[in-house]
């Protein structure tokens, strides 16, 4: 598959004058470091020229709500912004009941507001693939996907409408740098979830809310499916310099009785197993889906993957689930995520921010840290 690349290019000079004065100012500079380096006998110190990718994300955000987050990440005008699922709360049968749920959502004020400052990208979870919880067995997932791929306006011609699911690549190049987005599909082939039935009984932590799933020891389950699969094991032997997947559900948690990668453990080592085999370099996730935001670190015997949860746009809960993987967070309130990628300094900046455009909290992942050691 042939994956969407987005270069800027270079502006074209129509006017004159403004021709004229831009080679006076180059010429002026020339002159200038000429000028320095006869006086010191080294060369003028020129500032490096700042060169960064901006991406604001986020999860759970109800069609029926105003959405005054839309409007505080328009402010910010990230390069992109990513929906990671529960775009809508669709949970219905009925198509026709979906496409008015998407419109109510693009009508929007806030949702417009945000669509002129930012490229818009997106998957989904269950809320909006059509109902809660739910897998494979969804009845109407094919138009599903269609009102979806409509709502974010995805091209006639792309690769996306010609197979099965929602997963997608996208690959932004800055500055002599790769930057690759692979977007996921949790519903789609995903097996049903295997009922909770007291297992984890023993573990206190967890007694103070009910308890849904276990993890499955069936390993013929699937939370990808084989195509996709397929499909991400070639992404991932691409290169790139940092790989950003994106999760409806949360993949670096530990179990929790919720939706997340943990009831598929299979699974989750298989994703670790092909990022280890194809020696990919700058593997990060952003997942949604559990009304607050939080930053997981999964320890691995190659690097240490993060995952950066923001969740909910508009939705919230009152308790966050036990987590020993988590290093920052939880944050409760309405919040969207923020990764700022400094190319030069070769570090990732990720921020949890609210409504208030306050940032509750950041952190500085250097890009060494989540490469292969040479």
Not at 104 to 114: A, I, V, Y
Not at 237 to 244: C, E, G, H, L, N
Request: glycine share 6%; with cysteine; proline share 4%.
């Amino acid at each position: 598959m042939n994956p969407i690349i987005f270069k800027i290019k270079p502006m074209k000079i129509t006017n004159f004058r403004l021709s004229q004065s831009l080679v006076l100012s180059f010429i002026l500079l020339t002159q200038l470091n000429t000028s320095c380096t006869q006086a010191t006998g080294n060369p003028a110190e020129i500032q490096e020229v700042e060169s960064k990718t901006t991406i604001a994300f986020g999860s759970c955000g109800h069609q029926n709500h105003d959405l005054p987050v839309f409007n505080t990440i328009a402010s910010l005008g990230p390069d992109y912004f990513i929906f990671l699922g529960d775009n809508i709360y669709g949970d219905t049968k009925r198509m026709d009941v979906l496409r008015d749920k998407y419109k109510r959502l693009g009508e929007k004020p806030s949702f417009k507001n945000m669509k002129l400052a930012t490229k818009i990208l997106a998957t989904w979870d269950d809320h909006d693939y059509g109902w809660n919880d739910s897998g494979k067995e969804y009845p109407f997932k094919k138009e599903s996907k269609e009102i979806f791929l409509q709502f974010f306006e995805e091209p006639v011609e792309s690769v996306r409408r010609k197979h099965e699911g929602i997963y997608h690549e996208e690959i932004i190049e800055k500055d002599g740098h790769i930057l690759q987005i692979l977007l996921l599909d949790n519903r789609s082939f995903r097996d049903k979830l295997k009922p909770y039935n007291k297992n984890f009984k023993h573990d206190k932590r967890f007694d103070f809310y009910t308890k849904d799933y276990q993890p499955h020891t069936d390993t013929t389950t699937t939370l990808l499916g084989e195509e996709q699969w397929k499909w991400l094991d070639q992404a991932l032997a691409k290169k790139a310099d940092i790989r950003i997947i994106c999760s409806g559900t949360q993949f670096g948690i530990e179990w929790n009785s919720y939706e997340a990668w943990a009831n598929f453990p299979h699974e989750q080592r298989k994703m670790l197993r092909l990022i280890e085999k194809n020696k990919a370099n700058g593997v990060f996730f952003i997942t949604g889906d559990v009304h607050y935001a939080e930053l997981s670190k999964l320890e691995t015997n190659f690097y240490p993957i993060y995952d950066f949860t923001s969740s909910g746009l508009s939705s919230t809960w009152s308790f966050a689930t036990p987590n020993s993987n988590r290093i920052k967070g939880p944050m409760m309130e309405n919040n969207f995520g923020f990764l700022e990628i400094d190319w030069n300094m070769k570090k990732i900046k990720c921020s949890a921010i609210g409504v208030d455009a306050k940032v509750n909290f950041s952190q500085v992942i250097e890009l060494s840290e989540i490469s292969f050691k040479k």
